[in-house]
């Protein structure tokens, strides 16, 4: 891939944007869709080009990222009448970034090699800090030699890029990624208001366990949001839980049990009952405080 590369990216929402934002800085030629236009007016302004559909944005695109909310979402943009498959050229690459199952990455590339165009399933991690610095851990599937053409691209979005193995590999790995960050965000919300309980001031406590044994990304990063009462989101309850349902469904698939999983799902879908499903996943805190 080089400069000349046309990518499009659909999806400008708290992350998507920064991404395609550094697409845009990185000198590539960028088309944009996303089903609210006005969630794209400053990427426009910055000199990214508006298509109206996903259809009349594969007509032009080599390179199509996605970055949207829910499967149900990938399957429309993918497999619709209108979707990317039915108006790619051959040999574009489709990259969804999307958190989606296994099953549907599958599916999207045995028609992807049917139209001999090239698909790669890679999620993210690092939320809207990662995408707002460049950072992400990008967690791919796919046959290697698309990978290998797209690197370089994704190199502009991610540090941590990494081919886990065939078409679903990358959301496996995601799944792996959020049953980690289950529970470890039950920890970091009962160790904060354990802290405050105890009468410790927590931003001090945070200085000495985030660089001991008990450190996490999400203890350093979530954790002083929380303190500081900021439940903006860098990454959505309503999406978080949706990852968690997929991982639960998977996971039952191959006869295993999640414990851990199954009671931080229960926790956060309290949190939606109490109407936090727009907040970021550091609300959690409000329920043990």
């Known amino acids: 891939m080089n400069g000349e590369t046309k990518i499009g ?6 992350m998507g944007k920064s991404m395609a934002r550094h697409l845009l800085k990185a000198g590539y030629p960028l088309f944009v869709y996303t089903r609210t236009k006005e969630k794209a007016i400053d990427i426009l302004d910055e000199g990214a080009i508006w298509k109206e559909s996903p259809a009349q944005l594969a007509a032009d695109a080599d390179v199509i990222i996605t970055m949207v909310g829910y499967p149900r979402d990938v399957e429309e943009i993918y497999l619709g009448k209108d979707g990317l498959l039915n108006h790619s050229k051959p040999g574009t690459y489709l990259i969804d970034m999307t958190t989606s199952t296994p099953t549907l990455a599958k599916k999207i590339h045995e028609e992807a090699k049917k139209r001999s165009v090239y698909s790669l399933d890679a999620p993210v991690s690092g939320g809207d800090v990662g995408a707002r610095h460049a950072t992400l851990t990008i967690m791919v599937g796919g046959d290697e ?11 502009v979005l991610g540090k941590n890029v990494i081919l886990q193995g065939e078409a679903g590999a990358g959301q496996h790995t995601k799944m792996c990624n959020q049953i980690a960050i289950a529970s470890n965000m039950m920890g970091v919300s009962e160790a904060i208001v354990y802290a405050e309980k105890a009468g410790l001031r927590p931003e001090k406590v945070l200085k000495s366990i985030s660089a001991g044994a008990a450190g996490s990304w999400s203890l350093s990063n979530l954790a002083p949001r929380m303190i500081e009462g900021d439940f903006e989101p ?3 309850i309503k999406h ?12 039952k698939a191959m006869g295993m049990e999640t414990p851990g999983l199954a ?4 926790l956060y879908d309290t949190l939606v009952q109490n109407g936090e499903e727009n907040s970021g996943t550091q609300a ?4 043990y405080k």
Do not use: P, Q, W
């Not at 990216?9 to 708290?14: A, R």
């Not at 030699?145 to 190199?155: G, K, M, Q, V, Y």
């Open 145 to 155: 030699e698309a990978f290998n053409d797209c690197r370089s691209i994704l190199h």
């Open 240 to 251: 978080f839980i949706k990852d968690m349902g997929i991982a639960l469904e998977e996971a």
């Open 284 to 287: 959690l805190y409000k329920l």
């Open 9 to 14: 990216f659909i999806g400008t929402g708290v």
């Open 234 to 236: 860098g990454f959505y």
């Open 263 to 266: 009671l931080a799902k229960s």
